[in-house]
T-cell receptor, first 115, second 112 residues
Framework: GAGVSQSPRYKVAKRGQDVALRCDPISGHVSLFWYQQALGQGPEFLTY????????KSGLPSDRFFAERPEGSVSTLKIQRTQQEDSAVYLCASSTGQDYKNIQYFGAGTRLSVL | SQQGEEDPQALSIQEGENATMNCSYK?????LQWYRQNSGRGLVHLILIRSNEREKHSGRLRVTLDTSKKSSSLLITASRAADTASYFCATDSSGNTGKLIFGQGTTLQVKP
């Protein structure tokens, strides 16, 4: 596709429910990032993949958060037993992973509301 | 946690005026980038400046970087109503992964 695609765009979950958020990066992009953006704040790093390898998961807030990219393209961010504080926009970005620039291309995000 | 702060948090100007946003950060960096976010949308890359550069231009955008003060500024000249958005600086201190640490953003409103 032409850009990074995320689905669903909106997700409403009851507290305690599990959710799965999908990211389709730009074809051929090696690097994939997940960020969490609270209302009125800047995005905060969650995790990073280089191809299928998850090289940095230092930003995941708890062990309820899990991300995977099994074939090095599509990625899924899973949140187990959702809590109200998980309500945020989850952004996915991809980049070529080459040279020093590493300009990231962002999807429109998934807005998660936990009731 | 955020890398640093942006100033001002909100800015309202008339069309045709210039807008200046400032960003401060805490650690040494490889590069600093500015992104724009329209309401309800993802972020769009505007411009990147490397740590050994002091100034960069792209169209109506001018970015400066002062590594001794750990600060950057973004100037938008001759603003347009379409420039209304939130602007974020982001620093790359990762080495080679490209992981970005974002500021809290400046919300710019340009009145027609």
């Amino acid at each position: 596709g032409a850009g990074v695609s995320q689905s669903p765009r909106y997700k409403v979950a009851k507290r305690g429910q599990d959710v799965a958020l999908r990211c389709d990066p730009i074809s051929g992009h090696v690097s994939l990032f997940w960020y969490q953006q609270a209302l009125g704040q800047g995005p905060e790093f969650l995790t990073y993949f280089q191809n299928e390898a998850q090289l940095d998961k230092s930003g995941l807030p708890s062990d309820r958060f899990f991300a995977e990219r099994p074939e090095g393209s599509v990625s899924t961010l899973k949140i187990q037993r959702t809590q109200q504080e998980d309500s945020a926009v989850y952004l996915c970005a991809s980049s070529t992973g080459q040279d020093y620039k590493n300009i990231q291309y962002f999807g429109a995000g998934t807005r998660l509301s936990v009731l | 946690s955020q890398q640093g702060e942006e100033d001002p948090q909100a800015l309202s100007i008339q069309e045709g005026e210039n807008a200046t946003m400032n960003c401060s950060y805490k650690t040494s960096i490889n590069n600093l980038q500015w992104y724009r976010q329209n309401s309800g949308r993802g972020l769009v890359h505007l411009i990147l400046i490397r740590s050994n550069e002091r100034e960069k231009h792209s169209g109506r955008l001018r970015v400066t970087l002062d590594t001794s003060k750990k600060s950057s500024s973004l100037l938008i000249t001759a603003s347009r109503a379409a420039d209304t958005a939130s602007y974020f600086c982001a620093t790359d201190s990762s080495g080679n992964t490209g992981k970005l640490i974002f500021g809290q953003g400046t919300t710019l409103q340009v009145k027609p």
